[in-house]
Structures are given as C-alpha cells and as structure tokens.
C-alpha cells in the first residue's frame, strides 16, 4: 500500500495543537473560497460540524464578518479518546467588500457544512451604454 504525507499538512495540525482551540477573543481563521458568478460575488464558507445556530454574520459598512463555533460532541462516560485532530473552538473571518457590492442583499445557506453568501453586484457598478447626442447645444432662454 502507498502512503502519502503532506508536511505542511502536519505542521498545520502541530500548529493548531499547540495555539489550542479558538476562541471568542482569539479566533482561528475557517477556509473559503470567494469568485463572481454573473451578476453576483460568492463567497463559501467550510463549516463541518457547525450547526446553523452557531453561526454568526454581520456587515457593516463595508466590513463583512463570519464567526462560528464547533462544540464537542457529547460523549459517553465510558468512551476513551485514541485520537482527536477535529479543531474545536471559535472560527472567524473578515472580509472588506467593495463599494461595488450590495451588502443590504446578501443571501445565506447553509448545507452539507459550506455556508454561502450571495452579494449582488450593486446596479451602479455593472456595465452601461452611453448614449452619444447629436452635439446641438440648447439654448437656456431666462
């Protein structure tokens, strides 16, 4: 059988072990992905483990924050932990938003433990034709 390793992979999880579990003052950062689709700037969020009720999403400003935490799971009394790599704690993620976008429409879902928002690009922000005029000057009579 061929095994692989990743060492940045473990150096991470060393990392993460020794700084502890996140929390409300000192979060630890959650991946995501963010491109444009069409007309909107979508962001995707990995949760896993999360529930929805544990997540938290503001924006001011311009300022979009995500912050979400993973509890442990309810164990038996009896039940002795052999390994335990899940990082537990608090999540969080900031991201500036241009002007462009329109932040009183953000959309949210939450599936399957990616949680996307959808942010419109702001009408003023797409693209316009102008219309060229005839080069007549009006004559503002007073």
């Known amino acids: 059988m061929l095994m692989r390793t990743d060492p940045f992979r473990e150096l991470d999880r060393l990392t993460q072990q020794l700084a502890g579990p996140g929390t409300w003052s ?3 950062a959650m991946p995501m992905d963010a491109y444009r ?8 969020f990995d949760l896993p483990g999360v529930t929805k009720d544990a997540i938290e999403i503001d924006v001011e400003r311009n ?6 935490e993973r509890r442990p799971t309810a164990k038996s009394d009896e039940a002795q932990m052999e390994l335990s790599e899940r990082p537990l704690g608090v999540f969080s993620r900031q991201i500036v938003l241009a ?3 329109d932040t009183e429409h953000i959309a949210a879902d939450y599936e399957a433990g990616v949680l996307t928002l959808r942010i419109p690009i702001a009408e003023r922000a797409k693209p316009r034709r102008i219309t060229i005029g005839d080069g007549k000057a009006k004559q503002i009579s007073g």
């Open 26 to 28: 000192r979060p630890s």
């Open 99 to 101: 002007d462009t976008l």
């Open 37 to 44: 689709d069409g007309d909107a700037y979508v962001i995707a």
């Open 63 to 68: 300022m979009l924050t995500v912050k979400a």
